[in-house]
């Protein structure tokens, strides 16, 4: 019998090893959405199928550009935060391992296969029922979180704001191999001074002093952030669940943030516009007993100018429409900085 984790005792294997012990089939995965420099596997254990993720500082970009050296997953994953997730969402983990010191520390996350549930791939919108799912458990995941704080050294709220900055990719450029979405990244920063020079200026002072920002949203209230709410790392069980994968970047913050990752990240598979998926989204708070009067106003618009400072060079490259919603928006988050 497999030694698995219960909700109170997450199951944290000695090595890779034990964590696959008994697998009869190891087939290894290039997905085309995992671009982290991470390896990937479709395992068979006690003849059932799962999916195993390895990833170290040294080899995965997202932990070095997020500022990661202490394997944020283990760390939620060890005090029971993933499993203190409303039954509305699916983390799908079944148990980690780690390997190893230093850099090349490797941390192995087994997870159930559910890739026939997760969302195809495309640029197609979703069905709209799938997408209102979406919001509504996002709403009760951050309703379950609300007041949440981190104690455990998790992605500091700063730091959201500069994981694409200029300075803090330079030295993932100078590497023989350059990430696709960090070279994008570099030429849609320069694309944006261009386009939109009051953004580009807008981002570049957050970026030199991200504590404004933080410290405005949080005079707002907090929850615990799974960091990235895209289409990439959801799907839907046949019984309404939300699948939620790759919990990479948690952390304590505004719940308008995962929200406007979503708006951001999403654009091409959301059914409806960004202004009726806000509507929707603080409706769903305000039936899980949430009282968004008096905060939501201010935490969405500084939760939208946040998202600038990460992904405005995702929107430089973009569609001239999308981008202009997008500096409206941030240029309205200033009102509320001090």
């Known amino acids: 019998m497999r030694r698995m984790g219960t909700q109170s005792t997450p199951w944290v294997a000695s090595s890779a090893e034990e964590l696959l012990t008994g697998a009869t089939r190891r087939t290894p995965l290039d997905p085309s959405d995992g671009k982290s420099g991470s390896r990937f596997e479709r395992v068979v254990i006690d003849g059932r199928p799962y999916f195993v ?17 202490d394997h944020r997953p283990l760390l939620i994953w060890r005090h029971g935060i993933m499993a203190a997730a409303p039954a ?28 026939r549930w997760l969302v195809p791939e495309g640029d197609g919108p979703v069905a709209l029922t799938q997408h209102l799912g979406f ?73 030199d002093d991200p504590g404004p920002l933080a410290a405005a949203l949080r ?18 069980h046949p019984d309404g669940r939300t699948i939620l994968l790759d919990w990479a970047y948690p952390g304590s913050g505004p719940a308008c943030y995962d929200l406007a990752w979503y708006l951001a990240l999403n654009r091409a598979r959301l059914p409806q516009t960004k ?3 806000i509507s929707v989204f603080r409706d769903a708070l305000e039936r899980q007993g949430i009282v968004t009067a008096g905060w939501f ?12 400072a990460t992904f405005a060079w995702e ?10 919603w997008w500096e409206a928006a941030a240029r309205r988050g200033t009102r509320w900085l001090r």
Do not use: Y
Not at 53 to 69: A, P, Y
Not at 219 to 235: A, C, E, I, R, Y
Not at 297 to 308: C, T
């Open 88 to 115: 509305s969402i699916d983390h799908t983990v079944v148990g980690m391992a780690i390997d190893g010191e230093g850099e090349a520390c490797e941390l192995t996350i087994l997870m159930h296969d559910v890739g």
């Open 315 to 324: 929107k430089a490259v973009g569609e001239e429409a999308e981008l202009r």
């Open 135 to 207: 919001l509504h458990h996002l709403a009760e995941f951050s309703a379950t979180f609300w007041g949440w704080q981190d104690h455990i050294g998790l992605t500091p709220l700063e730091h959201r704001f500069r994981f694409f900055a200029p300075d803090n990719i330079a030295p993932e450029l100078t590497r023989p191999q350059v990430p696709v979405p960090l070279r994008v990244a570099a030429q849609g920063w320069e694309q944006l001074r261009r386009r939109a020079p009051q953004l580009h200026e807008l981002v570049r002072a957050i970026h």
């Open 275 to 277: 202004d009726e998926a």
């Open 219 to 236: 005079q707002t209230p907090s929850t615990f952030l799974h960091g990235d709410w895209k289409m990439g790392n959801l799907g839907s």
């Open 53 to 69: 993720k390895s990833l170290s500082h040294e080899r995965d970009w997202i932990m070095r550009v997020t500022g990661d050296r």
């Open 297 to 308: 106003d201010a935490q969405l618009d500084l939760s939208l100018l946040a998202i600038m």
